[in-house]
């Protein structure tokens, strides 16, 4: 009986969280690599943009690339000038400045049924039952990104990435969940691409 009632809430939470993209590289940009990289998700929630900006720096500094993000070299409580920002950017010896842009998302649970459990007792001429039913659910995600690589160099875009991240199940359409694929994905795409080993 126990079994049973697995089957279905493991159904219920299992799934697993997908990324695709599309890349377009400036020809310009084509043979560049980057060693120090500025990460900034200006648009995200607070909790997304921290795991996702986590995730991105641990991946480039296994690739060995030295990774800032934004509130580290600009600190919020001050305001900047362009100049001002290229001047900080040059000192600091960036190359890159990666900008993740958060689209459009949608979150969606959808009723799968229910499953009742039954149980009873005889005990001589009397007879006593209980039952139980639990709701079944579907969860779906999908969330949409916009992805810009400026070479700080040029200050042109070096390269650009749609990409949609997309899950099912209730375990795996959480932001920590979402943060890594997306993370993971745009690695090995600028992996890929040669802008880092």
Not at 22 to 43: C, F, G, M, W
Not at 71 to 95: C, H, K, M, W
Not at 97 to 115: K, R
Request: proline share 3%.
């Amino acid at each position: 009986m126990k079994s049973l009632f697995l089957i279905p809430l493991v159904l219920l939470i299992t799934g697993c969280a997908t990324t695709k993209m599309q890349t377009h590289i400036d020809p310009e940009h084509r043979d560049r690599t980057y060693s120090k990289i500025l990460v900034d998700a200006p648009n995200a929630n607070f909790e997304f943009k921290n795991l996702m900006i986590t995730e991105l720096c641990s991946g480039l500094r296994e690739r060995s690339v030295e990774c800032i993000t934004k509130d580290e070299l600009f600190p919020p409580t001050r305001e900047y000038s362009e100049p001002r920002i290229f001047e900080i950017i040059d000192q600091n010896a960036v190359d890159g400045w990666l900008i993740v842009g958060i689209g459009s998302g949608a979150t969606n649970s959808q009723y799968m049924g229910s499953q009742t459990f039954g149980s009873a007792t005889v005990y001589g001429n009397t007879v006593s039952g209980s039952a139980n039913s639990m709701a079944l659910y579907s969860f779906s995600r999908q969330q949409g990104y916009s992805i810009t690589m400026f070479d700080m160099e040029t200050k042109h875009k070096a390269f650009i990435m749609e990409a949609s991240t997309s899950a099912s199940g209730l375990a795996n359409i959480t932001n920590s969940v979402f943060a890594e694929s997306l993370a993971n994905k745009i690695i090995n795409e600028m992996s890929a691409a040669g802008f880092i080993e």
